[in-house]
């Protein structure tokens, strides 16, 4: 099972993420959870301390691994062709929740130094991940699909976008979902998260029939998340939380679909 997960900043598609992939180590399946968003912290929400979480190096800021991968000996030219099989061995951690963590990073902008490079090795490693292995992989990725490529995106067999109930998160979940559409993917679900009502499950609700959107499920706003985010906690060791019981039937529910 490979799962893409993307939205709005600040929604809590990280949450999502580690609790989806929890459930999924519970369960008996090798799991790797990707960070691919811009300001990882994934590593934190899987139970690894602030100062290891820290420690781990991104693979698109690694210089070392991306030259020992693309460099050739022309000035300017890199190779597009290369394997990444050992970088899942070599630089996935292994989280305290049973969950293998590898940070991936993301391109920060086209003159950052090995820009081209970099993005390469992000690309042949999801590809990698995507569509060569048989664990369940679960992307926490920024707002968009672009550094899946069309041809990993088809590879995907679900994208959950996570969006809260402002306008703003659900105009960027509506644009996720053309992105995710036109990109191929097979199931693309609308997930609610933080929802402390009803008058903004409503909201989340109208707004998907009235544009279109498959709305797949809620998570409900829990006091206990706030109170671990607040202490650098992981909130996957509150046994009794509302929100990771929601994430935990999530998880059923996407086994179901396959």
């Known amino acids: 099972m490979k799962i893409a997960i993307s939205g709005k900043g600040g929604v809590g598609k990280t949450l999502i993420s580690a609790g989806l992939a929890y459930h ?12 691919a968003d811009p300001s990882p912290n994934l590593a934190l929400t899987l139970g690894l301390s602030p100062k290891r979480s820290r420690q781990i190096v991104p693979v698109s800021e690694n210089k070392e691994l991306v030259e020992s991968k693309t460099s050739t000996e022309i ?5 597009l062709t290369f394997t990444v099989d050992d970088i899942v061995r070599d630089f996935s951690v292994q989280t305290p ?8 990073g993301t391109v920060q902008s086209m003159g950052a130094g090995c820009t081209c490079a970099a993005n390469a090795v992000i690309r042949a490693l999801l590809r990698h991940l995507v569509v060569e292995r048989d664990e369940v992989v679960l992307v926490d990725m920024e707002a968009g699909v672009e550094h899946l490529g069309r041809g990993t995106a088809r590879q995907v067999d679900t994208m959950l976008i996570v969006t809260d109930s ?4 659900l105009e960027i979940a509506l644009h996720i979902n053309n992105l995710a559409r036109d990109a191929g993917i097979r199931q693309v679900f609308l997930m609610g998260n933080k929802v402390a009502d009803e008058d903004q499950r409503n909201a989340i609700k109208s707004f998907a029939e009235d544009n279109n959107l498959q709305l797949l499920d809620f998570v409900p ?3 206990q998340v ?6 650098g906690e992981t909130p996957l060791k509150y046994k009794d939380s509302l929100a990771l019981k929601s994430i ?11």
């Open 24 to 35: 999924f180590v519970k369960n008996g399946l090798t799991t790797i959870a990707i960070d």
């Open 75 to 79: 000035s300017g030219v890199y190779r």
């Open 97 to 104: 929740y049973g969950v293998n963590l590898i940070v991936m």
């Open 166 to 169: 402002s306008i703003k998160s």
């Open 221 to 223: 706003f829990d006091e």
């Open 226 to 231: 706030v109170k671990a985010e607040m202490h």
């Open 248 to 258: 935990d039937e999530l998880g059923s529910k996407l086994a179901q679909l396959g």
